[in-house]
């Protein structure tokens, strides 16, 4: 008997490996979930021996299955290597490329670099996604983005980390708040005040809990949390409602700031500045149309900023 495998049998094992799921995996290669299970259950058959196991609601790799998902992983690599060099070698600068963004550089900074970026190459198209920092980074390592910008640093070594722009974290009141009339509070005056946090995973929770850990005897434990909630959106809403006060990016309260709705304080002694990074991961090829907004990306930090 001879085993043979076709390149889209071995991305459809592979994407049900990486997501524990033929459902999720049949999402991400555009196939309906029975077709996706028919390509496993013939890839068995070919191969003569089980490859996946279902345990409850998720699937993992059989013995024989990690062994074909490391070899598989490394055809598929070279493939899309070769591919990338042939499309470079071709001048080829057409196509979607696919980023994930955290809320800031998301909402209120990647849009206006898109549209300047599609004037220069009206025949690339820029797919971005927003979620939390985390979730970037593991997507970026799943393969799913191929550029991710996020607003802190993690130690994963498996990432590559550019720094792009500043930017600057404030302490956001409403307009009318007690608070207001200052241009800076003592981080104990914080300790009575309602407070809006935003979710696990979110950059600028980890970059607040780093700056106020040091500066006052991790004073972040002692704050008065009313809500966790999941975006800068949400956060500001929460804030001109009157829920409570929050530590959000300056430039996600400009607007706020011009019309009086909030105000931004800052905190006494603390400087809470920080950068946003490009992201990559390092074992993948970059093909030219990433290449193309990356190092537009890399070269027009200027124009953002602050």
């Known amino acids: 008997m001879s085993i043979d495998f076709d390149f889209r049998q071995l991305e459809i094992f592979c994407k049900v490996v990486e997501l524990k799921s033929f459902s999720k995996a049949a999402e991400a290669v555009f196939l309906a979930q029975a077709s996706v299970s028919e390509r496993i259950a013939s890839l068995e058959s070919m191969v003569g021996i089980k490859l996946l196991d279902r345990l409850g609601r998720q699937v993992v790799p059989t013995r024989a299955g990690k062994l074909l998902y490391k070899h598989a992983n490394k055809m598929l690599d070279t493939k899309k290597t070769a591919c990338l060099e042939m499309e ?33 190459y009206p025949s690339i198209s820029i797919v ?16 799913d983005f191929e550029l991710g910008v996020v607003g802190s640093k993690s130690s994963n070594k498996e990432l590559i980390f ?23 509070v003592d981080i104990k005056e914080l300790s009575d005040e309602p407070f809006i946090l935003r979710e696990v995973g979110s950059g600028t929770l980890r970059i607040i809990g780093e700056y106020l850990d040091s500066s006052a005897s991790k004073i972040i434990d002692s704050l008065r949390v009313v809500a966790r909630l999941g975006s800068s959106t949400a956060v500001k809403e929460g804030i001109k409602a009157g829920l409570g006060v929050s530590i959000l990016s300056s430039r996600a309260v400009e607007a706020e700031l011009e019309t009086g709705s909030l105000n931004a304080l800052r905190i006494k002694g603390i400087s809470m500045l920080r950068k946003f990074y490009l992201i990559m991961d390092k074992r993948r090829a970059v093909s030219p149309i990433c290449r193309a907004m990356l190092d537009f990306l890399v070269s027009t930090p200027s124009l953002f900023r602050q």
Not at 88 to 114: D, M, R
């Open 88 to 120: 470079n070698f071709l001048g080829i600068k057409k196509g979607e490329v696919h980023i994930g963004a955290s809320t800031i550089p998301g909402e209120y900074i990647l849009p206006k670099s898109i549209g300047l970026f599609n004037e220069k």
């Open 128 to 143: 971005l996604t927003i979620a939390d920092t985390d979730e970037i980074e593991r997507r970026i390592l799943h393969g």
């Open 162 to 184: 550019k720094e792009l722009w500043n930017d600057e974290l404030v302490l956001v009141v409403p307009g009318n708040h007690h608070l207001g009339k200052k241009k800076q």
